[in-house]
Nanobody, 119 residues
Framework: QVQLVESGGGLVQAGGSLRLSCAAS????????MGWYRQAPGKQRELVAV???????NYADSVKGRFTISRDNAKNTVYLQMNSLKPEDTAVYYC?????????????WGQGTQVTVSS
């Protein structure tokens, strides 16, 4: 089991920045993929960014060049630096850990943190 706790959300004006943190209850060194997802009201949850063991990253087209995902294995924490925020970035942001153990797949989710971008 891995518990994930997000923090860092809040209200910001368009063009501003926020940094989200996702603290894991245990080492993330062996977790295959850590990612950030978001869900806006009335919309499906969508991928924002992922970081794969080895530090390869992937981003949704809508956030490329503005958001950066990173991980600090020593702190068991994953970050999402969000710059040049837009009103359409408003959503609840969730952290996810994906792990494969002995051929079995496990997904763990945090409780989410609200990000609101005003125009």
């Amino acid at each position: 089991q891995v518990q994930l706790v997000e923090s860092g959300g809040g209200l910001v004006q368009a063009g501003g920045s926020l940094r989200l943190s996702c603290a894991a209850s245990r080492s993330i060194f062996s977790i295959n993929i850590m990612g950030w997802y978001r869900q806006a009201p009335g919309k499906q949850r969508e991928l924002v960014a992922v970081i794969i063991s080895g530090d390869s990253t992937n981003y949704a087209d809508s956030v490329k060049g503005r958001f950066t995902i990173s991980r600090d294995n020593a702190k068991n924490t994953v970050y999402l630096q969000m710059n040049s925020l837009k009103p359409e970035d408003t959503a609840v942001y969730y952290c996810k850990a994906y792990k494969v153990v002995a051929g079995l797949e496990y997904d763990y989710w945090g409780q989410g943190t609200q990000v609101t971008v005003s125009s």
